[in-house]
Nanobody, 122 residues
Framework: QVRLVESGGGAVQAGGSLRLSCVVS????????MAWFRQAPGKALEAVAT???????EYAYSMKDRFTISRDNAKNTLYLQMNSLKPEDTAKYYC????????????????WGQGTQVTVTS
């Protein structure tokens, strides 16, 4: 059974930081490109960042200088370090996995986690 379990969300004041984690089981983690998506209230799901099997990362433009995606293949874990958080970063954050090749398309993801809520107050 494939499982992606996110953690690390919570409430933080604007300007603060959070680190999200996503532990993956049931698949060979290193064979998957990993991604973070988010969905704000009343808005569509959007891609935040991707990280390829060997570590190459890409970011949505508005998050590039504040967020850092990383992975630890030995621990089957994906991370998202979020700094200088803004109220508009409030959303439910999901990790997702796609076998072998990265994609920014929701429809291309093979597996999803259940999400973790991030709330940024002003």
């Amino acid at each position: 059974q494939v499982r992606l379990v996110e953690s690390g969300g919570g409430a933080v004041q604007a300007g603060g930081s959070l680190r999200l984690s996503c532990v993956v089981s049931g698949v060979t983690f290193r064979d998957f490109c990993m991604a973070w998506f988010r969905q704000a209230p009343g808005k569509a799901l959007e891609a935040v960042a991707t990280i390829a099997r060997f570590g190459t990362s890409e970011y949505a433009y508005s998050m590039k200088d504040r967020f850092t995606i990383s992975r630890d293949n030995a621990k089957n874990t994906l991370y998202l370090q979020m700094n200088s958080l803004k109220p508009e970063d409030t959303a439910k954050y999901y990790c997702a996995a796609r076998q072998f090749w990265c994609s920014w398309q929701i429809k291309d993801m093979n597996y999803w986690g259940q999400g973790t809520q991030v709330t940024v107050t002003s």
